[in-house]
């Protein structure tokens, strides 16, 4: 299934992260976005199969020592409560930042399935919460230099991730999303916006995990080979008879590439003849960001209507030591009266 605008290989399996085939709307991908994922959706389209082939630290041991496994070859999206956050400086160009979030519900399989194959001693090195009682999900990248200091919500607040759903058993197996290589969270809100929703995707950067040699077999792609690409789909709510205004901006970009050429910097959709939804680039360069807009239909409550934006971005090229990021920002507007 592809997407107007997008390459050929943006087709994902179960409709994670694209927007619906044009005249057939998924209700059940809207509902599960707006309640359990923050109204956002992510998928890498280059590479969202990793694979079962385990990643190897070389700098642990001379003899290739196995550190990080996955749990079932693809990678995941986890969205829960951001507990804490730590930077673990490393060896070499490692340098985590390391989100600890203690999963929703709908998410909690990606701590219950791996504890449940941990030994009782292995549990030890589990993570604990710092704002209550349970187990957190550590979610480790290393950014680019440029990316420092860390964009992150306040603790307690929601946040999302998406990367390889691995076993790091250089802390005794324990569940991990590593690299989480797109994060998203809602912003704090200001005069003139009703809401906003943060978006950062970020190429690691710590020479690990990048080519095929950091394997112990064959993956589909390494989990963080450059470029770093990122379809992501937000589900937004218009309202019926108001016409509702969209920014979508970028806050901070390093090594942010071109993606599609005569991108227009504004889309409309209609309802019922009418506009109801506009979403506005408000970036020099509107090639650096492919976007489309699915239908506009209407919400059972008879106030609200339903649309999926669909965004693609790329950071970094083919080039390992160029790695970036690019912080996003969609904002919905107040509307007058």
């Not at 929703?197 to 970020?202: G, N």
């Not at 309802?271 to 408000?282: A, L, M, N, W």
Request: proline fraction near 9%; charged fraction near 25%.
């Amino acid at each position: 299934m592809g997407h107007p605008g997008f390459p050929d290989e943006s087709a994902a399996p179960d409709n994670v992260g694209l927007a619906p085939e044009p005249y057939v709307f998924d209700h059940d991908l809207w509902v599960r976005l707006r309640r359990d994922q923050l109204g956002v959706d992510v998928i890498d389209p280059l590479g969202h199969q990793i694979g079962m082939a385990r990643g190897i630290n070389h700098r642990w041991s001379e003899d290739r020592e196995v550190v990080w496994t996955p749990v079932d070859g693809v990678k995941h999206v986890l969205v829960g409560e951001f507990d804490s956050f730590d930077i673990y400086d490393g060896d070499g160009d490692e340098w985590d930042w390391e989100y600890r979030i203690f999963p929703d519900p709908p998410f909690r399989f990606i701590l219950d399935r791996v504890v449940a194959r941990m030994s009782a001693g292995e549990r030890d090195d589990l993570v604990s919460r710092d704002r209550g009682e349970g187990i957190c999900v550590e979610c480790e990248i290393t950014p680019d230099e440029d990316f420092r200091p860390i964009p992150s919500p306040r603790q307690g607040q929601k946040l999302g991730v998406y990367g390889p759903w691995v076993r790091d058993f250089g802390h005794s197996g324990r569940p991990e999303i590593h690299p989480c290589e797109v994060l998203w969270w809602m912003g704090e809100p200001r005069p003139g916006v009703a809401t906003s929703r943060l978006v950062a995707v970020v190429q690691d950067d710590s020479d690990r995990l990048d080519w095929p040699s950091d394997y112990d077999g064959s993956v589909p792609r390494p989990w963080s080979a450059f470029p770093r690409r990122a379809n992501i789909t937000f589900a937004l709510r218009p309202v019926v008879q108001q016409h509702v205004q969209f920014n979508l901006q970028i806050l901070d970009a390093r090594e942010m590439a071109d993606i599609v050429t005569g991108e227009v910097p504004s889309m409309t959709g209609l309802f019922g003849g009418q506009p109801v939804i506009t979403v506005t680039k408000q970036i020099d360069d509107p090639g650096k960001i492919s976007m489309g807009l699915s239908p506009v239909v209407p919400d059972p409550d008879g106030v609200h209507l339903r649309c999926f934006l669909t965004i693609a971005i790329q950071v970094s090229d083919a080039n390992r030591g160029r790695a970036g990021h690019a912080l996003l920002n969609l904002e919905t507007l107040e509307q007058d009266g």
